[in-house]
């Protein structure tokens, strides 16, 4: 009996001292994939980036691993080709625990040691639990930064003050909850930015298509311009939603932002602002293909700017160039999303200002799919849109916002029986919607 219960003794010691060993290899494996999933996510944007593992040195109790992401054409434009981690890993009996240095990156230590006094802005861990989703935790440390730049006269200190970002993983890096939670930062006399809050639940679908909701809060901002009063936003408060519908491979998208008060100094400008616009039904295929075409345009225009070019319109004529050559590629691509059904809306658009209460909506919709060979005659034979598109808007303003709206209550072309606005006590009315075949402007027919 007693060589027994040593035999299971000694086992079991074995057994618990190759549980950092086991944990090490395991979380190798959850960072390979890691980056595997990044370089897919990279592919699948059709971007020139990518991440790699330089080295992976993997001990008993302990691992170094160096990697980096090369930032392609989009790194040209900040004079950085790589961004590289150190990540220095401890091999415990729950998990794995690294902390993470952007010690390799000159640019970054240059920046630490010029800007901020050697004050070390970030400390980053990650966890990679034997059971569990893996997180990681950003502590933002608070700092100061001197940006001095006598050539243009400059001198300026931007005060940074402390935060925190924590990310969680599911083991197969498709759900993902982030919250960050940051004081904010100030520039003496010129910005400020207090208590920002930012929260998100992602489950990725697909490289390119993600479901899910985001929020996020400024408590307050502020900028202040030389002999002007601060313009000042309390409480400006946003939520992206994307919902992703397998069966009819569609997407809903909806963005809706909120304010308390803009205002300049003491004077209120907009109170208790609202705006929600959305999407719907967003074919997913031709969203992709979009998006594909789109960062396609970028990484172009990206690759062919000269960076060290000093006269803005030079760069601007560039830029105008790149888009123009790439102006049918995205016509394609739009094309693509052109489907029945499609939605576009803005709702409860609300704001109080000092002259009274703004309200209004829009919504957008085909009627069936639609080329845009089909939309070119458009311009000489409006009526055509009313084979293709739902409309139905209304916007109510106070008079007192335009100085003269005679050009808003008249009509302005024969084929109107009315102005885009007519007045109603002390507000300018507009109200317009396509039914039975015809476009109505204030319940008067638009002769199209």
């Known amino acids: 009996m007693k060589k027994i219960i040593i035999v299971v003794a000694v086992i079991a010691v074995i057994a618990v001292a190759a549980v950092?060993?086991?944990?090490?290899?395991?979380?190798?494996?959850?960072?390979?994939?890691?980056?595997?999933?990044?370089?897919?996510?990279y592919q699948?944007?059709?971007?020139?980036?990518?991440?790699?593992?330089?080295?992976?040195?993997?001990?008993?109790?302990?691992?170094?691993?160096?990697?980096?992401?090369?930032?392609?054409t989009f790194g040209e434009s900040f004079g950085v080709d790589?961004?590289?981690?150190?990540?220095?890993?401890?091999?415990?009996?729950?998990?794995?625990?690294?902390?993470?240095?952007?010690?390799?990156?000159?640019?970054?230590?240059?920046?630490?040691?010029?800007?901020?006094?050697g004050v070390e802005p970030l400390t980053i861990t990650t966890t990679y639990p034997l059971a569990g989703d893996a997180s990681t935790h950003i502590d933002i440390n608070p700092f100061t930064a001197k940006i001095i730049n006598e050539e243009i006269g400059l001198n300026e200190q931007i005060q940074v003050k402390g935060g925190n970002i924590e990310v969680f993983a599911d083991k197969g890096f498709e759900n993902f909850t982030t919250t960050i939670a940051w004081d904010g930062l100030s520039v003496p006399e010129r910005m400020m930015i207090n208590d920002f809050t930012a929260e998100s639940e992602l489950r990725r679908v697909t490289s390119l298509i993600w479901d899910?909701?985001?929020?996020?809060?400024f408590g307050e901002m502020s900028i202040t311009a030389p002999e002007s009063p601060p313009f000042a936003l309390q409480n400006y408060s946003g939520t992206v939603a994307m919902v992703f519908d397998e069966a009819a491979q569609a997407l809903d998208g909806s963005y809706e932002l909120a304010v308390e008060r803009i205002g300049s100094g003491e004077e209120d400008i907009i109170e208790n602002g609202s705006i929600v616009m959305a999407v719907k039904n967003l074919d997913a295929q031709?969203?992709?293909a979009y998006m594909r075409a789109y960062l396609s345009m970028v990484e172009g225009i990206l690759a062919n700017l000269d960076f060290t070019e000093d006269d803005p319109a030079v760069i601007e004529e560039?830029?105008?160039?790149?888009?123009?050559?790439?102006?049918?590629?995205?016509?394609?691509?739009?094309?693509?999303?052109?489907?029945?059904?499609?939605?576009?809306?803005?709702t409860e658009f609300e704001a109080t200002m000092p002259a009274g209460q703004l309200s209004g909506s829009m919504t957008l919709r085909l009627k069936d799919d639609i080329t845009i060979m089909q939309l070119a005659p458009v311009a000489a034979q409006p009526s055509i849109a009313l084979d293709y598109i739902y409309l139905k808007s209304d916007l109510r303003i106070p008079v007192s916002l335009v100085p003269d709206p005679t050009m808003l209550v008249m009509p302005l072309h024969p084929i109107m029986q009315s102005g885009f606005f007519v007045e109603e006590g002390d507000d300018l009315v507009h109200a317009a919607e396509t039914r039975d075949g015809a476009l109505m402007l204030n319940d008067m027919e638009v002769l199209l």
Do not use: C
């Open 20 to 41: 950092p060993f086991v944990n090490g290899l395991i979380a190798e494996r959850v960072v390979r994939q890691a980056i595997d999933d990044v370089n897919e996510t």
């Open 44 to 72: 699948a944007y059709g971007m020139e980036m990518g991440a790699e593992i330089v080295r992976y040195d993997r001990g008993y109790t302990s691992s170094e691993i160096e990697w980096k992401i090369n930032l392609g």
């Open 82 to 117: 790589d961004i590289i981690f150190v990540d220095r890993a401890s091999h415990q009996l729950n998990g794995v625990t690294t902390q993470t240095s952007l010690e390799k990156n000159k640019w970054y230590t240059d920046f630490v040691s010029t800007y901020l006094d």
């Open 318 to 346: 560039a830029v105008q160039a790149q888009m123009a050559a790439a102006g049918f590629q995205m016509m394609a691509a739009a094309e693509k999303l052109l489907k029945k059904d499609l939605e576009f809306s803005i």
């Open 212 to 217: 899910g909701t985001t929020t996020f809060n």
């Open 286 to 288: 031709g969203y992709e």
